[in-house]
């Protein structure tokens, strides 16, 4: 019993470890660290909302590039919540909510400020390298974005 509790403890740990590195590994642009987070086969799924089309990123190369790309023309933070997290065995499943500010220089006259908030439902899984995700799925629930042009 003990055991079981120490090892369910120390899986919700290496998860929100790996949460803390998914978002450090974002906001400072390194593709690589973010692909990572991911399993081989990861994917990064956005939700369809409003206007905006849905968006599907799988394995690592692609998704080391959609991070590269992003973070090259945004810099920006992102303040997650804690993950509700559904231990069992080697799988787990997690919910949490996060708000994302950023901002970018469009052009040379153009600058972009922008924040989102929502939440991600998460499937992970425990491999020999660790915790990673398997599944990551981001749905909005607000939007909003600034624009400054130099004069």
């Not at 055991?3 to 919700?12: I, N, V």
């Not at 439902?121 to 400054?148: C, I, N, Q, T």
Request: with cysteine; proline share 3%; glycine share 8%.
């Amino acid at each position: 019993m003990l055991e079981a509790r120490l090892a369910r403890a120390e899986a919700m740990l290496d998860i929100i470890a790996l949460e803390a590195r998914y978002a450090r590994a974002w906001d400072s642009g390194d593709g690589k660290a973010w692909s990572h987070v991911f399993t081989a086969d990861g994917v990064f799924e956005i939700a369809a909302v409003g206007d905006r089309p849905p968006l599907k990123v799988e394995g690592r190369d692609q998704l080391s590039t959609f991070c590269t790309d992003f973070t090259s023309k945004f810099s920006g933070v992102h303040v997650p919540g804690l993950p509700l997290l559904e231990i069992d065995g080697d799988e787990a499943t997690g919910h949490l909510h996060f708000q994302f500010v950023a901002i970018g220089r469009i052009a040379a006259n153009h600058t972009m400020s922008r924040t989102a908030c929502g939440q991600y439902d998460v499937r992970y899984r425990r491999s020999e390298e660790g915790w990673r995700m398997v599944h990551r799925l981001e749905k909005a629930f607000s939007s909003a974005r600034s624009e400054f042009f130099d004069f």
